[in-house]
Structure formats: C-alpha cells, structure tokens
C-alpha cells in the first residue's frame, strides 16, 4: 500500500514513516517544514534503506496537494498537518483555525477528487475536555476543550465524521493520542521542539543536557497521589506501530471509528523525573511552580477498544520512554541543526 503523511516530517510524522517503511508500505510525505525538518526524513531513509517520496509542500495549498493526489495515488492518508502549540493558540486563534481546519478540508477535498477514501486522523485526549472524568472512554460525549488548539482537533474530528456520513464509501479513523513521548531506540531520529519546548518530556531532557537551567513543575496540590499531575505517557514507536494497525484497519472497513491511543496507566510529573533520573543516571533539577492554566489532574486512557478493534496495545515501559528520550538528546544535543 502507499499511505501519503500530510504533515509528516515531524517527530509523530517521522516515527510512523519508519514503522510503515519498515512494514513493507510505500510513503508519501507532504510537509511545509513548518515545525519540522527534512533531516529527520532523511535519517529515516538512512536507517530503513528505502526512499520516501518527500514533497516540501503546505497541505493548505489546494494546487499543489491536488498534484502530489494525482502523481502519488495514495491508498491511504495519515492526516497530521497541523499547528500544536497550546499558550500559542491562545494568542493567535484564528491562525490556529485557519490553517488546522484548512489542512483538513483540503485534503477531503482531494481525496474526493482522486477517489482516495481512507484517512487516518491524528486527533488528540483533549477533546474529552474537563467534564470526562478518567478514564476516557470512545463513547463519552467529547467535552469543552480549555484552548483554541484543543477546539481545531474537535472540529476537525466532526468534519471528518461528517465526510464519512455524506460518502459511504469513506473511512476514517480518529486517533486520540494521550501523550506521546520517547524516540526511536537507535537515538536516530526524535522530538525537536522550536525555542522553549511546551510539553514536559522535551523540558526534561533539555534540562538533563545543559540547555535550561531546570524544569518547572506546574504544581503539587493537585487531588493525586502525589500531588501533580497525570498523564497518559506513550512510548513514540508504540503510538506508531498503532498507526500500522489503524491504517490496516481503515481501508478494510468504511464509516468512523474514534479509537484511544494511550497505554491506560497513569503517571504523574514527578514519576517522570524520577524514572528519567533513575534509568539515565543523571539529575533533573526542579522547583515546584504554580498551576499552569487549563491543565487538568488526571488525564489517561481507557484502551480496552484499541486492543479489541486493532489488535494493538502498548509495549514499552516508562522506564523505556525516558531512557529512549535521552538517547535521543544526548545524541542530537542540538536536534537535527
Ligand atoms: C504534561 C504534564 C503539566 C511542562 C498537551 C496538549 C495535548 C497534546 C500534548 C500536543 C502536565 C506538566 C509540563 C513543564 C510541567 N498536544 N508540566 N512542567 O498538557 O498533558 O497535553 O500536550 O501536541 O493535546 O494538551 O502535556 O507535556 O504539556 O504536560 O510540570 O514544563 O507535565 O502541567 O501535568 P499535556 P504536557
């Protein structure tokens, strides 16, 4: 099969490239670059022995998508083009929908006028919003979500549902990734996040090589065990190998299927520092700090439907996940500059 990755240059995009290449599949990347690099699909290429058909191109640009439709003729679509910056959709909103739900509805667009029907959609935990209590189920009604962000994932999951209802012949998966963290083994190829990284794990490891001074914990009077925060953590190359399964599924099946990509086990901030410190051998120094805005307690899985309509459940440990990320930082101290 050739599976096109809208979008797939980046540290999701790169992972899934290499597990579909390493699984026989043919891939097609279109990226703008935007938050991603040419080096990481490259390196891809490197490590399997095998080519990618790289296209350096926006997903909004309906002419030139159209043209990679009609040259590549892709049997399936992994949809991850997108801006994902929460505190950034925050300020800049309409940028934040402009080009999110413009990325999707170009490429229906061109899947239509190509008779491409399947589609993989890279969606995201936070359309639960807060009123889900975890764990998150598939058939609880999604939520309010607490940023611009979480609001284009939501949108984007309806239109594509609603695609699938106008065209019987469609199939699309939602994918809700709790949090995908971790590398490749081989340190190769990971996440390379532009100027301060949002998310704790990039936080942690650029904290653990040098380049920040420590890492802020956003607070410990929470209502858990320990007081922090927690969270789904999925090791990167399971959440990919999940992919290989969704889009397996996706072209034997029609209508939508919304499916939880997590592992089920809650971890909190300060299990990740620890375990980062333990298997790395190395310090993470850390202060506590006040809450960080629109963060929830508990936020994790239920991922019963994963295993029983895919097959698929994680493998890797948190042990794994922080071992894996600093490989890959400590390799790339610099990323892929
Ligand atoms: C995890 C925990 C923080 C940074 C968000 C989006 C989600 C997805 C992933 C993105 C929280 C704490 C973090 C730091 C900290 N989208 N933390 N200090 O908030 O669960 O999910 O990112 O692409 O849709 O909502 O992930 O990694 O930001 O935070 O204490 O410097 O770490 O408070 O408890 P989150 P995260």
């Avoid at 002419?63 to 801006?83: R, S």
């Avoid at 800049?92 to 399947?118: F, V």
């Amino acid at each position: 099969m050739k599976i096109l990755l809208a979008g797939g240059a980046g540290y999701i995009g790169s992972h899934i490239a290499l597990a579909l290449l390493e699984n026989g599949q043919d891939v097609v990347v279109m990226d703008n670059f935007d938050n991603s690099s040419p080096e990481a699909i490259m390196r891809v290429e490197e490590m399997t022995g095998q080519t990618v058909s790289l296209y350096e191109a926006d997903v909004t640009n309906k002419k030139v998508t159209l043209a990679v439709f009609k040259k590549e003729k892709p049997d399936c679509v992994i949809h991850l083009a997108g801006l994902k910056a929460v505190g950034e959709s925050i300020e800049q909103p309409i940028r934040y929908y402009r080009n999110n739900i413009d990325t999707t509805l170009t490429l229906l667009e061109c899947m239509a006028k190509t008779g491409c029907k399947n589609i993989v959609f890279s969606s995201s935990a936070t359309v639960y919003g807060e009123e889900n209590a975890a764990p998150c189920h598939e058939k609880m009604p999604k939520g309010k979500c607490s940023n611009p962000y979480g609001w284009t994932k939501s949108m984007m999951e309806q239109i594509l549902q609603d695609a699938s209802v106008a065209d019987k012949d469609m199939s699309v998966v939602l994918l809700r990734y709790f949090n995908p963290i971790g590398a490749h083994e081989s340190g190769r190829i990971g996440e390379n996040p532009r100027g301060i990284p949002n998310n704790l794990m990039p936080y942690v490891t650029q904290v653990a090589v040098g380049k920040r001074d420590k890492l802020t914990i956003f607070g410990d009077d929470y209502d858990t065990p320990d007081g922090t925060c927690l969270r789904d953590y999925i090791h990167i190359m399971d959440l990919a190998e999940g992919h290989l399964k969704a889009v397996d599924f996706c072209v034997e099946n029609k209508g939508t299927e919304i499916i939880n990509l997590g592992t089920g086990q809650p971890y909190s901030v300060l299990d990740i520092v620890k375990t980062f410190e333990k298997v790395n051998n190395i310090q993470v120094p850390y202060e506590i700090g006040p809450r960080r805005g629109g963060d929830l307690p508990a936020v994790y899985a239920d991922v019963s439907k994963a295993e029983k309509v895919l097959g698929w459940k994680a493998k890797r440990t948190l042990a794994d996940m922080c071992r894996d990320s600093w490989n890959w930082q400590k390799n790339n101290p610099e990323g892929y500059e």
